[in-house]
């Protein structure tokens, strides 16, 4: 039985020895990292593995974005309209087209050209006769056959008839007409050179008084355009005139057009509660077009206190940013924060509210956050 029991002990230190080589020769893990209750809070075993970067708070101008669209420049753009009503004959240009100035753009049957005409030539006529009769009361006053008060009175005749054809020559020419060559056709020609951004006339259909008819052209000149956005109410004191802006547009995403504030509105829109901003843009190959969709970003030129990290601090992770803020000697918090944009030097500015100036987060990011997916496995 003493010999039986001898064995057994000697057979027990035997295998404890082989464990012990056989943890021996085992290699360590370089971290690992113990998940608590909370999921967000990390326990690693190594943390020097991990470099670590402080937040800083420095003073950067304010970034903000806001979205807007292209629009023409309302001081490059005229409302084409009909002076005399009738019916349109020859519709010769459409939404879109680019027209020179001078160029006819439509041409209207009107009553009210023709009664011009008419009433031109009435005075014309009028006129002569009273020319005649002026000649011959001069005649006679010359001969002392005529009273002066009698010259006097064809004298006024003439004029009164002289300032009827200026009326009527005038009325002629602001309908569109020559009164050179008789008519009663109105040919409407374009006041500048630019593109037809807006038609409210088709061909054959009437064309009403001027008091009661929309704009048959809009013609803007696209060489510089506006790109107005909404800035809301609590933004507007970021936001000043002539602060730099960058503009980004869905039709060219990869090109960025530079521009700065050349007007912020003194009136709010009540249903947005946000002031129109202009930013005025040239157009010299006319890439911008009215309504293109804009986004602007405003660099404010006041400096602000800003909480910034590296940008490798942070990663996107479903649609949200996150960073690893050191909690204690051997523990990190994953916590989310939201960045407002990236600096030159590739900082990361931060919102206010989650990090304070002084706090320690891990540089790398994505490098922590695989590491400690290795480390679950």
């Known amino acids: 039985m003493m010999i039986r029991s001898f064995a057994t002990i000697l057979l027990g230190l035997f295998l ?29 075993d190594h943390p020097e593995l991990f470099k670590l970067a402080n937040v800083e708070a420095r003073d950067l101008p304010t970034v903000l974005t806001a979205n807007g669209s292209v629009t023409p420049d309302v001081n490059r753009t005229i409302h084409v309209t009909s002076q005399g009503s009738g019916r349109v004959v020859d519709l010769r240009v459409k939404l879109g087209d680019a027209v020179t100035k001078g160029q006819a753009l439509l041409s209207i049957y009107s009553s009210d050209l023709a009664g011009a005409f008419s ?13 005649k009769g002026l000649d011959r009361a001069q005649l006679l006053y010359s001969h002392g056959a005529l009273a002066q008060k009698d010259l006097e009175v064809a004298q006024d005749a003439e004029d009164k008839a002289k300032v009827d054809v200026k009326n009527t020559e005038h009325r002629i020419r602001l309908l569109g007409g020559d009164p050179a060559h008789p008519g009663s056709v109105i040919e409407l020609r374009s006041p500048i050179a630019g593109t037809i951004v807006e038609q409210n006339v088709a061909g054959f259909e009437g064309i009403k008084s001027l008091d009661n008819s929309p704009n048959l052209f809009v013609i803007a000149d696209l060489s510089q355009v506006w790109v107005v956005c909404d800035v809301y109410e609590n933004d507007l004191s970021q936001v000043s005139v002539g602060d730099p802006v960058e503009i980004r547009l869905n039709a060219y995403p990869d090109k960025a057009y530079k521009g700065a504030i050349a007007d912020i509105s003194r009136v709010l829109d009540p249903n947005l509660r946000s002031a129109k901003v202009r930013i005025v843009l040239g157009n010299s190959d006319g890439s911008l077009r009215p309504n293109m969709y804009a986004v602007a970003t405003f660099h404010s030129r006041k400096l602000r206190s800003h909480l910034v990290i590296p940008a490798t601090a ?19 918090r994953k916590i989310e924060v939201h960045g407002i944009g990236a600096t030159a030097e590739g900082f990361q500015e931060l919102q206010d509210g989650v990090l304070k100036s002084g706090d320690q987060v891990v540089a790398n990011a994505l490098e922590f956050s695989s590491a400690m997916a290795e480390s679950k496995e």
């Open 16 to 44: 404890l020895l082989f464990v012990a080589g056989c943890s021996d020769n085992t290699k360590a893990a370089p971290t690992r990292a113990e998940v608590t209750v909370d999921p967000s809070l990390y326990n690693v």
């Open 314 to 332: 942070m990663m996107r992770l479903q649609d949200k940013d996150w960073i690893f803020r050191k909690e204690g000697p051997k523990q990190f």
């Open 119 to 131: 009433d031109y030539q009435k005075a014309v006529a009028d006129e002569r006769l009273t020319s």
